[in-house]
């Protein structure tokens, strides 16, 4: 694009330049001939010439028909000279002839100094402008071709600790190697492919790495650049991209932070968001349009899935969800691993302990950690990166997380152990409840600091009372650890409190589950927030029965949270072991905490 502007700026220039000089050549050589004003006195005085034409310095004129020699013209033009001079030149017999200042270089320079600055100016602000937009000129048209690489280097070998979103894309991999294994089978394989997961954790990578392992080309783009400064364009663009990659088959198509492009339609209320919408109808449109089975598999990546529009994540669209998480310490021992190979480090380094040391962090902030470390030992002259600079990058890296708030400290750490531990123990001491199947006290975004995975082994469709109030239990289990064990509570439990309030009120409003209360239906259809029919807080039942309901669903959750102190309780080593456990690990596995159970009841 930028050479295509250099030329057309040389070749107008030059064309100006040739049209003056052919013009001026032209005239001068072929109708008139120039003649110095000796002849013209000359011609004159033999009285050869039949007419003339005066201006200011210039004579023209047209020689009688006789007069016209060989070679020579009928039209001459020549300069004048004063008549003084050419008098006194006439007496001593000097040949002479006028000349006109040559006024030709100076206008050329007046102009072109001029157009040169002008267009140098609006090369550089274009240039400017399409380091800033890329396809400004071309109109969305190349932009997609810049971006495609047909050999990224990277395969799944650099993304480490990502075990089961690999496994899951693995299959990807072997469509795009061969389409035609799979459609001659006439299986069907997901259109999108959506990697979702905290910033950092290589989901980019990941999707880079399906690319070098199958050996197809990849489109590139980010879902920001598809919102345009021009209306249209990003719709313009989405079908181009995929135009182009329907031609390159089997290929990729990644839209990295697709929540920029894919936000819900209609959230804006400014209504400045039409260029957005257009672009995320066209994409929407192209994904319903396009076949699997020509080999084009599109990727997107998100960290913010929840204001996607619905509409993407529906079947047929982005139907494959792969969760790239935070690592775990044996995962990010794995990740440090990829990437000390790219630097020179002792060998007896302990890795381990480098894992044990970086809570919290991601691969990003890893690869991060290695690149200081080796910065610091080239600062220390030294040829190896050794634990000494390791460990003093920990602290940097770790200084500048704490400063953005995605770190949590070792306290609050082991508070969120004993409170996810609480959970897991109440759950498996109590009957009816669903199995335990990890806990995890590796934060998963803003709210949620650890979390206990319960997953029911059947579809439920009816629940007895006691497995509503064991669940209950179980809920409030996580803040009766923690005031067992620091004699205090945290702020971490309130959304468990709001769940088990949830369950306990409609227990008695919604299931006739409470004695006191009855079997009696109170709660209300639930409406549009729009459509508020009545007024505010109208229920249908009396002063007296809403402080009965409230006394009720007060009573449940009081009764249960003793329930789940007295469990606690006796389980005090089991909770102090599971602790220690899952500080060490960060996550680990229900059968864990059951065999340690187990192991206590026995002595
Ligand atoms: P995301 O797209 O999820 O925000 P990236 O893929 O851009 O994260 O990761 C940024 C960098 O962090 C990568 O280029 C890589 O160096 C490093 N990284 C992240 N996750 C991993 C991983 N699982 N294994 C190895 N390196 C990783
Ligand atoms: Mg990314
Ligand atoms: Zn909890």
């Not at 989405?238 to 819900?264: H, M, S, T, Y």
């Not at 650890?450 to 439920?460: F, H, K, L, N, W």
């Not at 927030?529 to 229920?539: H, V």
Request: aromatic share 8%; proline share 4%; glycine share 8%.
């Amino acid at each position: 694009m930028e050479k295509r502007h250099k030329f057309s700026i040389w070749y107008m220039l030059l064309g100006i330049w040739m049209v003056l000089i052919i013009q001026q050549y032209l005239v001068s050589l072929f109708a008139i001939e120039t003649i110095p004003y000796s002849r013209f006195l000359q011609l004159l005085s033999e009285g050869k010439i039949e007419e003339v034409a005066i201006s200011s310095n210039q004579i023209q004129g047209k020689l009688k028909d006789d007069a016209v020699t060989e070679g020579k013209k009928k039209m001459f033009k020549t300069v004048r000279v004063d008549r003084e001079t050419s008098e006194l030149l006439n007496r001593y017999q000097v040949a002479f002839k006028g000349e006109v200042e040559s006024t030709f270089v100076r206008n050329l320079m007046s102009w072109i100094i001029p157009v040169f600055l002008f267009f140098g100016i609006w090369y550089f602000m274009m240039k400017r402008m399409a380091g800033q937009q890329p396809g400004f000129m071309t109109l969305g048209k190349n932009k997609a071709k810049i971006y495609v690489e047909e050999d990224l280097g990277v395969d799944f070998d650099d993304v480490a600790g990502v075990e089961e979103a690999k496994q899951e894309l693995i299959e990807v991999v072997e469509f795009l190697k061969e389409p035609g294994r799979f459609t001659q089978l006439g299986g069907k394989l997901p259109k999108g492919v959506l990697l979702v997961g905290p910033p950092g954790t290589g989901k980019t990578l990941l999707a880079k790495a399906v690319a070098g392992e199958s050996k197809v080309p990849f489109f590139s783009m980010s879902g920001s650049e598809f919102v345009e400064m021009f209306v249209g364009l990003g719709a313009a663009r989405v079908r181009d991209l995929f135009a182009q990659a329907k031609q390159k088959a089997p290929c990729i198509i990644f839209i990295d932070e697709l929540d920029a492009l894919g936000k819900a339609r209609g959230i804006g209320i400014t209504g400045g968001h039409d260029e957005r919408e257009q672009t995320l109808n066209q994409l929407l449109v192209e994904m319903d349009g396009f076949d699997p089975t020509v080999g084009v598999v599109l990727m997107a990546a998100t960290n913010r899935p929840e204001i996607l529009d619905p509409a993407l994540l529906r079947p047929g669209r982005f139907d494959r969800q792969i969760l790239v998480d935070r690592p775990d310490k044996v995962e990010r021992e794995a990740i440090l691993k990829v990437h000390l190979k790219n630097i020179k480090a002792e060998e007896d380094l302990d890795i381990g302990k480098l894992a044990s040391m970086t809570p919290g962090m991601v691969g990003a902030d890893l690869a991060n950690l290695i690149n200081e470390a080796a910065l610091l030992a080239v600062r220390r002259k030294k040829q190896k990166v050794g634990m000494p600079e390791f460990e003093e990058a920990v602290e940097r890296v770790v200084a500048g997380l704490e400063k953005k708030n995605r770190l949590i400290n070792p306290k609050e750490r082991e508070i969120v152990a004993y409170h996810e531990l609480g959970h897991a123990v109440v759950a498996l001491s109590l009957p009816g409840t669903d199995p335990v199947q990890k806990i995890s006290i590796i934060p998963r975004g803003i709210a949620a600091l650890g979390y206990t995975m319960q997953t029911p082994t059947e579809d439920r469709f009816l629940m007895s009372r006691t497995e509503l109030l064991n669940k209950i239990a179980t809920l409030l289990g996580g803040r009766a650890a923690e005031e067992i064990v620091f004699d205090d509570i945290s702020t971490g439990a309130h959304n468990d409190l709001a769940r088990a309030t949830d369950i306990a009120t409609s227990m008695v409003k919604e299931y006739g589950m409470s004695v006191k209360v009855g079997q009696v239906y109170f709660a209300r259809e639930k409406q549009s927030r729009f459509l508020n029919l009545g007024p505010e807080g109208a229920t249908e039942y009396s002063e007296a029965t809403a402080e009965l309901i409230d006394n009720e669903v007060r009573e449940i959750i009081n009764t249960q949270y003793s329930k789940a102190l007295d469990i606690l309780r006796k389980c005090r080593e089991v909770l102090n072991k599971g602790a220690k456990l899952l500080l060490a690990k960060e996550k680990i596995e229900g059968n864990e905490i059951k065999a340690i159970m187990q192991e206590m009841q026995k002595t």
